[in-house]
């Protein structure tokens, strides 16, 4: 039972880094709460961050949401064309979502600063964590 946990566990963070960026309005609230709690910003800071913010969430789970249909169709083909196919899509996702991400904190940096940007990006990993040890759990 152990061991199917952590299987399960592993499929999910691969196919949604664990909700994070899910559709789940409880998950996406939490979020929320949780990075407003760990940037601590300015309304002034709240004003230009947030819609950055959301708009940035958009694109990842739009992304996201490609990459989960992929794995979801793959059927795990024999057929070596089907397999690079698969490969380049998968790369080109990753890319994709790599692009967002520094094109986005780039927004970030101007919107509240470097050191309030690089706390986003441990607050993020912090509240994927705290899923994690939450479906561990259970």
């Known amino acids: ?10 499929i999910i963070i691969v196919l949604g880094s664990i909700k994070l960026m899910s559709q789940n309005p409880k998950v996406d609230q939490a979020r929320v709460n949780f990075i407003a709690q760990k940037l601590q910003l ?35 083909s024999t057929n070596p064309a089907d397999a690079e196919e ?7 996702l990753d890319n994709t979502e790599n692009q967002i991400k520094q094109e986005y904190i780039q927004k970030f940096k101007q919107s509240i600063g470097i050191t309030k940007t690089s706390h986003l990006l441990k607050a993020e990993e912090e ?7 939450i479906l561990k759990s259970d």
Not at 58 to 66: G, P
Not at 86 to 92: P, R
Not at 127 to 133: A, N, P, Q, S, T
């Open 42 to 76: 300015s309304p002034t800071e709240s004003q230009k961050f947030w819609p950055i913010y959301n708009e940035y969430i958009d694109k990842i789970k739009s992304i996201r949401r490609e990459k989960k249909k992929m794995f979801v169709s793959n059927n795990y």
């Open 1 to 10: 039972m152990k061991y199917f946990k952590t299987h399960i566990i592993l």
């Open 127 to 133: 509240f994927r964590l705290e899923l994690i040890k």
């Open 86 to 92: 698969f490969v380049k899509k998968f790369i080109q």
